[in-house]
């Protein structure tokens, strides 16, 4: 057993020494890089159309531009900016979250009490401003306080709407 891997070993060996050698490699020849300059440019009559070909054209009719993304995306319509300097406190508040409280009139015009969503009471009177887009008070009634506010549609078309703040029937 021990001759056996005595000559396994002097094999190996052998193997090892041969594939070693003390020889430089050879060089190999490494072919000339074209330069830039060295490139022709092909002539201008080859580029020219010839005599016999027809010039292509494109045509447009019933194609859509293909540069023009495939989903039209449109900004949000901005909304109608008034003066918000003479705005109320109560111009950070959706109409939708206000609350009519009371109304109150006598000798000096009608004025009503509306809740904000914070629980505070705000008075207010007839042609003041309320609400995010400053929507005008147009008229209290005996049970309603009636707001006209301006908006746009998707198209940009300005719309005007009333909203309708009703006082709650006593219960019980």
Known sequence: MPRLILVVMAIAMGAALTACSL???GQTEIPPVKRRQDVKAPALQALAPKADEESYTYDTTNRRDPFKPLIATTAPP???VQDKVHCPPMQEFELGNLKL??????DLGR???LKAPDGRGYAVAEE?????NCARIRRIESNAVVIEQ???DAEGKVLKEEVVLRLREREG
Not at 101 to 106: C, R
């Open 23 to 25: 020889e430089e490699p």
């Open 111 to 113: 004025k009503a009490m």
């Open 128 to 132: 003041m401003l309320v609400g995010r």
């Open 150 to 152: 301006t908006r746009r």
């Open 101 to 106: 409280v009371a109304i109150v009139w006598g």
């Open 78 to 80: 901005e909304p109608i």
